[in-house]
């Protein structure tokens, strides 16, 4: 009687056992199916990618050149953007100096948040830059290394401004 028992809950066991592989088992079953209609589709996009291709006598190799092209491009077009935006920075930081100095003052602070405020590319925490400024004394040229170097490196938590 003892085997009958010990054997009845060893097959209570493995129907336990039997049942959640099977819910496993259709969870998998319904993922491949997905798997194998993302694959049709990607089969699919890759046949007409390669239908414009001929169309334009064209390799895949020559496409996906252009691609790499661009990405150089872009990389390079950002580079721009950025020295663009530091040639201004410096321009409004200087022009911000208007008794020539070389320092910023509280009335040329203002001057100057006033200006990177009008410019699209600077989001300001406008009482950090009066912190960074006053830490430097106002030297223009501290500032400026400040500035770049929080934009280059800075973490979110220094951030005074972000070039967006």
């Known amino acids: 009687m003892a085997n009958l028992l010990s054997l009845k809950h060893l097959i209570n066991l493995l129907r336990g056992k039997i049942s959640t592989i099977s819910i496993q088992n259709n969870k998998l079953s319904c993922e491949n199916k997905n798997l194998v209609m993302q694959s049709d589709g990607l089969m699919e996009a890759e046949g007409n990618l390669n239908d414009i291709l001929s169309q334009q006598n064209c390799t895949m190799n020559n496409f996906i050149g252009v691609i790499k092209e661009g990405k150089d491009l872009k990389k390079r077009m950002k580079r721009t953007m950025d020295l663009i935006m530091y040639q201004n920075l410096l321009g409004f930081v200087i022009d911000s100096d208007l008794n020539q100095n070389f320092k910023i003052d509280?009335?040329?602070?203002d001057l100057l948040i006033h200006r990177l405020d009008?410019?699209?590319?600077?989001?300001?925490d406008e009482k950090r830059l009066r912190e960074m400024i006053g830490h430097n004394e106002g030297d223009i040229y501290a500032t400026v290394a400040d500035i770049v170097d929080i934009i280059e490196n800075g973490e979110e938590?220094?951030?005074?401004f972000r070039y967006s």
């Open 157 to 160: 938590e220094e951030v005074c």
């Open 106 to 109: 509280a009335m040329e602070i």
């Open 118 to 124: 009008t410019f699209d590319y600077f989001n300001i």
